[in-house]
């Protein structure tokens, strides 16, 4: 039992009610950049940086943790040099004989907040770009437009979500292009060409295409975008 919590991958750190240190695993001492003689000597709430904010947050999850037997808690933690990083911590109260203490993980958040950022980054790109910009599901329903499409097809978002595009084809385009389109990029290939449309007041206008398949972590394709 002592070689599965020194040995587990995220930090660990156990103290008693009131927040003081009893054991941390070596994720916990390399993550933060303590000794366990130098955290055995401050409040593992010393921990949590102490901004405003932060602190009643903080408070209140240990509150819950009484209260409740467990929480969980978001926030900014700072480490011995003072750098601070985003990590989200649960606690449990566990009970040893008579006496309870607390067991609290701890998950880096740093990269997952890179990728939302990322994400978020990426969104505003293509709700700012100058081309339509439309994905579906793997069914060609319609799970995303950016403003451009709503300013070149006069549909509002509420009236195309949920629809597959094939009624903005102005009908003047061949079967065999769309089939051509379809088994394209159901193989996982990009699909180049141009598709003649209609906008919502039955204008007709030309499009040139670049539709591709989006694949997740496994490699099946998920989205057309």
């Not at 994720?27 to 950049?33: E, K, Q, S, V, Y």
């Not at 003072?82 to 006496?99: A, C, D, Y």
């Not at 509002?156 to 389109?181: C, H, M, W």
Request: glycine share 6%.
């Amino acid at each position: 039992l002592r070689a599965l919590f020194e040995h587990a991958m995220d930090p660990c750190i156990i103290s008693d009610l009131d927040g003081q240190y009893i054991d941390a695993n070596s994720a916990m001492l390399n993550t933060f950049g303590y000794s366990a003689e130098q955290l055995g000597k401050i409040n593992v709430s010393a921990l949590a940086y102490q901004q405003d904010e932060a602190k009643v947050a903080f408070l209140a999850m240990r509150k819950t943790l009484r209260a409740t037997g467990s929480a969980r808690f978001q926030g900014l933690f700072v480490k011995f040099s003072g750098e601070h990083f985003p990590g989200e911590v649960n606690s449990r109260l566990i009970s040893i004989g008579n006496k309870k203490i607390v067991q609290s993980i701890l998950h880096d958040l740093t990269q997952a907040r890179k990728t939302e950022d990322e994400l978020l980054k990426l969104s505003r790109a293509m709700d700012a770009s100058a081309s339509i910009v439309i994905i579906t599901d793997l069914q060609g329903n319609i799970e995303y437009i950016n403003p451009k499409f709503c300013q070149v097809s006069g549909y509002t978002q509420a009236e195309v979500i949920g629809r597959n595009p094939r009624f903005l084809s102005s009908g003047e385009t061949s079967v065999s292009v769309y089939k051509d389109l379809w088994t394209t990029i159901a193989a996982g290939d990009e699909w180049r060409g141009e598709l003649h449309n209609k906008t919502k007041n039955n204008d007709h206008y030309w499009c040139r295409n670049s539709i591709s398949a989006v694949k997740n972590h496994l490699g099946e394709i998920s989205h057309y975008i």
